[in-house]
């Protein structure tokens, strides 16, 4: 019988210094991915956990890291050809086939722009697939900034505003997320689907104010990893009233993720 719980070793093919505090690993793995599902990456004798695929390609998948813990300090020290342990990919994903031929809003914070990337990726190269896509990303300041070259192919192939929290910059707007949901212009839209990624509160307040501007919450998709450790819901550690987060998302529709938000 086949050990769900046990990661197999992967090696590093290129490690990008996006920022000071967030890293993205280029790792080895020809297992089928779907844009939005994720991996529990480990390091033996130090521990282990779930991070979202922010890319994939042939023969590869991406994973940006923000450094927070003993785990993620033990990757940071790795480097190209040293190998990483990892298991997946697990939990659902964004229901791309339904987005299709539709208009899609995409409103990310901080590396909450991690999980929809792939999605991002494959639309900017497959726009035909896809009726408009409006982005927002917002960041701290412009030391938080991840994935500049993807953001400046995503300004020319989408409707795209990027903000800084409390500081003004270049090509950034300034101000919160939610100040630029007003900029969308959902009422033109005959069929759309919103998806929000980002902290539980940021998430929260967008989700609230995209329905202040007469989005229905079934066009809302949400995505959050909260408190996942197993990941294959057996400890219990992401459990929320009854529904496992590892299990039933990470990707979940607005109409039931107000009931697990904080």
């Given at each position: 019988m086949q050990n769900i719980t046990l990661p197999s070793p992967h090696k590093i093919l290129q490690v990008v210094h996006e920022t000071n505090a967030e890293y993205t690993f280029r790792v080895q793995c020809d297992a089928p991915v779907n844009h939005g599902q994720f991996f529990v990456l480990s390091i033996p004798k130090i521990g282990e956990a779930p991070i979202s695929v922010s890319a994939r390609g042939e023969g590869y998948v991406e994973f940006t890291i923000r450094k927070v813990g003993r785990l993620t300090d033990g990757i940071f020290g790795m480097e190209k050809g040293d190998t990483l342990f990892m298991r997946g990919p697990y939990g659902n994903a964004f229901p791309?086939?339904?987005?299709?031929?539709?208009?899609?809003?995409?409103?990310?914070?901080?590396?909450?722009?991690a999980p929809v990337r792939s999605m991002l990726q494959y639309f900017c190269e497959h726009k035909e697939e896809i009726a408009s896509v409006h982005l927002i990303a917002g960041f701290k300041d412009r030391d938080c900034v991840?994935?500049?070259?993807?953001?400046?192919?995503?300004?020319d192939a989408f409707h795209a505003i990027y903000t800084?929290?409390?500081?003004?910059?270049?090509?950034?707007?300034?101000?919160?997320?939610?100040s630029y949901v007003k900029e969308i212009p959902f009422r033109d839209f005959e069929d759309y689907n919103v998806v929000i990624v980002g902290p539980p509160a940021m998430i929260n307040f967008t989700a609230k104010e995209c329905v202040n501007q007469g989005v229905s919450e079934e066009k809302i998709w949400v995505s959050f990893e909260?408190?996942?450790?197993?990941?294959?819901?057996?400890?219990?550690?992401?459990?929320?009233?009854?529904?496992?987060?590892?299990?039933?998302?990470?990707?979940?529709?607005?109409?039931?993720?107000?009931?697990?938000?904080d």
């Open positions: 791309i086939e339904d987005f299709k031929g539709k208009h899609l809003a995409v409103i990310a914070g901080g590396t909450g722009l991840l994935f500049e070259e993807d953001l400046a192919k995503f300004r800084l929290d409390n500081t003004s910059a270049e090509g950034f707007e300034k101000g919160f997320v939610t909260r408190k996942m450790s197993c990941s294959v819901g057996k400890c219990g550690h992401c459990k929320i009233n009854e529904t496992y987060v590892c299990l039933e998302g990470p990707v979940f529709n607005y109409i039931k993720a107000k009931e697990l938000l």
